[in-house]
C-alpha cells in the first residue's frame, strides 16, 4: 500500500483527448518511399561496378598506375591512416592525436548530442533563419568530410593492385606469405632490435625501412616508386 502511494503517474498532455489523427502510417506510404530509395541506390551500385570493373584477367593484368581517380571504399580507409604519412620522424609523438584521440572525441561527441540538445529540445519550435543556420551547418559539415575523404584517396592506384600482385609474378605473388605471422613477430622483431631497420625511415645509414604504415601508403599511390 505504501508503494503504491508512493508511485507518482505524471501526465503527459500531448497524450491528451482528442489523439492527433494523422499519424505516418508505415503502410503504404514509408514502405513504398524507403523501397524506392533502397532499389536507386542498388541500381547506382550495379551501374558503377558495371561501368568501372577491377581489371583481374590473369591473361592481361591492368598496369601498375591504374584506378588514380576511380572511387573506392579504401577512400575511407586512406583518410583514417593519413597520420601515419605526415607524422613521422620528430612528429611521431603526435602519431596517438590523429589515430586515435580525433577519432575518439568524435566518436564522443555524437553521442553526446541528445544530451546536449536537452530531452525537451524536440518540442521547441525553430524559426526559419535557425532552420537555415542548422542546415547550413550539417551541408558545410557533409560537405568538408566528403571532401576530406575523396581529396585524401582519389591519387591512390586502387584498381592497379593485380598487375603485380598475381599467380603469373610467381610463387604466392597473389596471396600472403605462408610464414607471414611469424615472419613479422620473428624476423623484423630482431631486425628493429638489432637497430637495422627504422619505421619510415628511408636513410642507407639504417639500412632503409621496414613496410610500415607509411610505406604501406605510399605504395598505393605510387607503387611503382614505393615498393
Same mark, same amino acid.
Do not use: C, E, H
Given at each position: 500500500m505504501m508503494a503504491?502511494?508512493?508511485?507518482?503517474?505524471?501526465r503527459e498532455p500531448k497524450?491528451?483527448?482528442?489523439?492527433?489523427?494523422?499519424?505516418y502510417a508505415f503502410w503504404p506510404g514509408h514502405v513504398f518511399k524507403a523501397l524506392t530509395i533502397v532499389v536507386l541506390v542498388v541500381a547506382a551500385v550495379?551501374?558503377? %561496378?558495371?561501368?568501372?570493373? #577491377?581489371?583481374?584477367?590473369?591473361?592481361?593484368?591492368?598496369?601498375p598506375t591504374e584506378g588514380a581517380n576511380i572511387p573506392a571504399p579504401e577512400w575511407y580507409l586512406f583518410l583514417m591512416f593519413q597520420p601515419f604519412w605526415y607524422m613521422t620522424g620528430e612528429n611521431s609523438r603526435w602519431l596517438s592525436l590523429g589515430t586515435f584521440w580525433l577519432p575518439f572525441g568524435i566518436i564522443i561527441l555524437l553521442f553526446l548530442v541528445p544530451v546536449m540538445l536537452g530531452r525537451n529540445a524536440q518540442r521547441v519550435k525553430m524559426g526559419t533563419l535557425k532552420k537555415v543556420g542548422f542546415?547550413?551547418? %550539417?551541408? #558545410?559539415?557533409?560537405?568538408?568530410?566528403?571532401? %576530406?575523404v575523396v581529396g585524401s584517396?582519389?591519387?591512390?592506384?586502387?584498381?592497379g593492385c593485380p598487375s603485380c600482385h598475381n599467380p603469373m609474378m610467381g610463387v604466392r605473388q597473389a596471396l600472403p606469405p605462408a610464414t607471414m605471422g611469424d615472419y613479422y613477430k620473428v624476423e623484423r622483431q630482431r631486425q628493429i632490435d638489432l637497430g637495422g631497420y627504422r619505421a619510415?625511415?628511408?636513410s642507407? %645509414?639504417?639500412?632503409g625501412s621496414y613496410k610500415d604504415a607509411n610505406w604501406q601508403l605510399r605504395h598505393f599511390y605510387e607503387p611503382t616508386m614505393t615498393w
Open positions: 503504491k502511494d508512493m508511485r507518482k503517474i505524471r497524450y491528451d483527448p482528442p489523439y492527433p489523427q494523422d499519424f550495379f551501374v558503377l %561496378a558495371s561501368l568501372y570493373r #577491377v581489371p583481374m584477367d590473369p591473361n592481361m593484368p591492368p598496369l542546415a547550413s551547418l %550539417a551541408l #558545410v559539415t557533409w560537405g568538408l568530410s566528403g571532401w %576530406a584517396g582519389y591519387p591512390a592506384k586502387t584498381t619510415g625511415d628511408t642507407s %645509414a639504417m639500412g
